[in-house]
Every structure is written in C-alpha cells, then in structure tokens.
DNA sequence: TCATTAAATTGTT
DNA sequence: AACAATTTAATGA
C-alpha cells in the first residue's frame, strides 16, 4: 500500500512549494484506512477537510429515495477531490464510498485555505482540476444524449484515467462491471457487453475485477 | 501445500 | 431479474 509521502511526490501541485511549507502541509495532513464499502463522507458531514485517495478507489455518489445509485466520479489512487465543498464552506452533497481497501489522506480545511492564501502554484493547481472537472461533467451530459452505451461504458472508463485530474500512470482499474455501472448509467449487464465489444477492439483488456487500459485514446474517441 | 467452502463477480438468457 | 459458471479469499486438515 502506498504512503502518503509517496502520494505528495506524485501531487504537482507540492513541486513548486517552498520546503518550510510542504513539511507544514505534510504534518497538518492525516491519513485514514477504510475497507472495501466503507464510507468516508457523507452528505450533509461539514466539509471539515480537502481528500487525497493515496491508494485505492473511491467514488462520488448519491442514492435516490427508491435506493438507485448513482456514480458522478470515480476518484482513482493519486488523486485530491473534494475541494468544491471545502471552499463553498458547506456541507458535503454528496456521499463518497471506497470500492476497494483504500487509504485516505485529510488536509485539514485552516491548511486548505492556507495554502489557497499563500501559494500561487496551489491556485494554479486548484483552477486547472475545476476547469477539468468542469469538462468532464459537461462531456458526461453531452455523452449521455449523444453515445450509445458501448461508446458510454469507453468514456467512463477513459474519465478514470484523465492525465491532469489523475497523474498516476498505473493503467489498471479494479473495479466491478456493476460499479462500471453506477458510472455510465448503464446496466451490469449491457456494460458487460460494451467491455465485450472493447475489448474485441483493442482498447482495453477485461479480468475478473479488473480492467486495463491499453488505449486511453482510442477509448476516448471510440463511437459504434 | 492441498481441498473445501463461501462470497464476489462474471457471462448469458 | 434470474441463473449458472468462474474466480478469489479464507479456512483448516
């Protein structure tokens, strides 16, 4: 399992910060295990702290009253989420799950807004992953309306490997066709097919709860 | 190390 | 949604 210290060496944001800093930011931050389905936020928890998923894989989720899940994201190892609730002040909105054993990082929200004070790269670093995120949310509506599932499940799967919001550069995810899912608003089972059809064309590999990527591009562009 | 079993996940209808 | 097949993880001989 990775550590944290692994974990800023891989953050870009943390190479431009001066030493003094960094080793503040190292000693502020926390870190959490939690076992596969555990929760890790809920709705409505204040947003007391900015997340780091130093191993593992969580997702972003909310359950409708009838119990349907739904997948916004998934955050693989490597990757700091939740700011939108950290500056807005508020409570979260939505509920965050590990898929698997995970290990969390919590920056405290008084070191967040720190560094939002003092450190121009980290600015940088939080306006680039918004206006990511922000692609990434409007390309899931527009692929919603305009994809079929097959071409769904691929940029689903390709928006967990994002190079700027996700610099880890491991090209497997473990994570089950059912949760595959939850992300692409599809059926286990239709997402089973599409994984299929995939796979057949090259653009990635399937193993029991695993799926490697060995074409992010051509996931990424992929159409029926 | 091997065999057995339960649980999770997958493939198909 | 249901069912069978497959894989994994855990257990104990």
């Not at 001066?18 to 503040?24: D, F, Y």
């Not at 191993?55 to 994201?73: E, M, N, R, W, Y």
């Not at 008084?110 to 940088?124: A, V």
């Amino acid at each position: 399992m990775r550590t944290l210290d692994e974990m800023l060496t891989l953050s870009s944001w943390t190479r431009e910060l001066p030493a003094e800093q960094l080793s503040r930011v190292r000693a502020d931050i926390s870190v959490r295990d939690f076992a596969a389905g555990a929760s890790i936020c809920r709705k409505g928890d204040p947003a007391s702290a900015w997340l780091g998923v130093i191993d593992g894989l969580v997702k972003i989720h909310s359950l409708s009253p009838a119990g349907k899940s739904v997948t916004f994201a998934g955050i693989p190892a490597g990757a700091w989420f939740a700011e939108g609730s950290v500056l807005r002040g508020m409570a979260f909105k939505y509920d965050t799950v590990a898929l698997r054993d995970s290990r969390i990082a919590f920056m405290p929200e008084s070191t967040f807004r720190w560094l939002l004070d003092t450190s121009i790269p980290f600015n940088r670093f939080l306006l680039k992953q918004l206006n990511e995120r922000l692609g990434q949310f409007i390309g899931m509506v527009e692929h919603d309306r305009l994809l079929d599932p097959d071409a769904r499940v691929a940029r689903a799967l390709a928006g967990l490997f994002n190079p700027h919001l996700y610099p880890d550069s491991d090209p497997h995810v473990q994570i089950s066709q059912e949760e595959l899912g939850y992300l692409a608003g599809a059926s286990r089972q239709r997402v089973n097919r599409a994984l299929q059809v995939l796979e057949k064309a090259g653009l990635i590999k399937v193993d029991y709860g695993l799926v490697t990527v060995l074409d992010l591009n051509g996931l990424q562009q992929f159409e029926a």
